[in-house]
């Protein structure tokens, strides 16, 4: 049974951190991209950062550039942001991602439930 377990949000003032993590299970993690994406109420999901299966390269939002940093360990399967000078509007829930693409075709794609990150004073 795959499973993307998000922890590590909560709430947190501005200017401070917080560090997300996602174990994942049920499939071959090493395989897979991972990506964190987060919605806020009232707003469409956001792609904001991603990493390709090896972790050899890394992709951010503008939004979210020069703050955040994803990690993975592929021996833990486990993908990790973290998230640094945080703002009120980095106020949303946080999706991890799973994906991956075969000669461009995908051919898996997993979520988990989320986690909720609040910023405020």
């Known amino acids: 049974q795959v499973q993307l377990m998000e922890s590590g949000g909560g709430l947190v003032q501005p200017g401070g951190s917080l560090r997300l993590s996602c174990a994942a299970s049920?499939?071959?993690?090493?395989?897979?991209?991972m990506n964190w994406y987060r919605q806020a109420p009232g707003k469409e999901r956001d792609l904001i950062a991603t990493?390709?299966?090896?972790?050899?390269?890394?992709n951010y939002a503008d939004s979210v550039k020069g703050r955040f940093t994803i990690s993975r360990d592929n021996a833990k399967n486990t993908v990790y942001l973290q998230m640094n000078s945080l703002k009120p509007e980095d106020t949303a829930q946080y999706y991890c991602?799973?994906?991956?693409?075969?000669?461009?075709?995908?051919?898996?794609?997993?979520w988990g439930q989320g986690t909720q990150v609040t910023v405020s004073s």
């Open positions: 990493i390709t299966s090896a972790g050899s390269s890394t």
């Open positions: 991602n799973a994906e991956r693409r075969i000669e461009g075709m995908r051919v898996g794609r997993y």
């Open positions: 049920g499939f071959t993690f090493s395989a897979y991209t």
